[in-house]
């Protein structure tokens, strides 16, 4: 049987992966000087209130080949083979450290998916992944599904100030700034894994119009797809994008989730991320 292991930055919850069968192993975050694991330490709740009371400047720590090792052979070890879906090695060592850690493995088959994707885009994925390995197909008829699903999921997303992925690296200092003036809401995406920008559009209702317009671009047969949809501490503007979704393109099924405190460091609190196949 195929086990499927994944990270933290899927952003699925423990409860959804316990349900799945889905192994996830943490990536940390750091907040002066105490490293936490992701969700297992440190729920979204609890990060992001801490990250309005405290003004703190949290980092993230990839995982380490040993972490991945440890679970990777317990699971050969016991009879099954390993499908490692990891998000995008563009972001975070944390794909390297899986392949590290399959050349570790003795005597057993393990293989090392790169996502290039983030959040519930890369969720997505592993839990398709996984409801395919539930269902008893083999490793190479999912790796074969994972991969055309990766390659065609679109990130798109706002997030309420650039000022955390600046910090970060994962934008300039100018396009922060200009993100910054006037109530400005920058639209970014994941282009080959990396963060890009998109549009800016001034005010929430517009930055939603913004996405369902990019859905409508560029999805295909989204009615039968699984949309997803993250957000970080603004449950409110998610259900009301998935509202949006469900009136304008039919969709019967969406799935939300919260993000989580790795990808919350980069992203900060009040993004909305939406997450389809084109």
Do not use: C
Not at 58 to 73: G, K, L, M, N
Request: proline letters at 3%; charged letters at 25%; zero cysteines.
């Amino acid at each position: 049987m195929v086990k499927i292991v994944t990270d933290s930055a899927s952003d699925l919850s423990l409860e959804i992966a316990k349900e799945f069968d889905i192994a996830i192993v943490p990536l940390s975050v750091n907040i002066n000087g105490k490293s936490y694991r992701d969700r297992y330490d440190l729920l979204p709740a609890e990060f992001y209130a801490m990250l309005d009371r405290e003004k703190i400047l949290p980092t993230t720590s990839q995982v380490a080949p040993q972490a991945f090792y440890e679970v990777f052979q317990k699971i050969v070890d016991e009879g099954h083979e390993v499908l490692a879906v990891i998000f995008s090695s563009e972001l975070s060592g944390t794909f390297q450290s899986a392949v590290v850690a399959k050349g570790m493995v003795k005597n057993g088959r393990v293989e090392v998916f790169d996502t290039k994707g983030a959040s519930v885009g890369h969720g997505l994925t592993v839990l398709e992944a996984a409801k395919m390995a539930k269902a008893g197909y083999g490793l190479e008829e999912i790796l074969t599904k994972v991969k055309s699903m990766a390659e065609r999921m679109e990130h798109v997303f706002v997030v309420d100030s650039l000022e955390m992925l600046k910090r970060g690296g994962r934008v300039s200092a100018t396009v922060a700034f200009l993100g910054g003036m006037l109530n400005v809401k920058p639209v970014l995406q994941l282009e080959g894994g990396k963060i890009v920008p998109l549009d800016k559009v001034r005010g929430w209702k517009k930055a939603l119009t913004k996405l369902l317009s990019v859905m409508e671009e560029r999805g295909k047969g989204l009615e039968s797809q699984v949309i997803g949809i993250s957000h970080a501490n603004y449950e409110e503007m998610a259900q009301e994008l998935a509202g949006q979704v469900r009136e304008r393109f039919g969709v019967k099924e969406i799935f939300i989730s919260e993000i989580g405190p790795v990808i919350g460091s980069h992203t900060g609190s009040g993004t909305i991320a939406l997450f389809f196949q084109s």
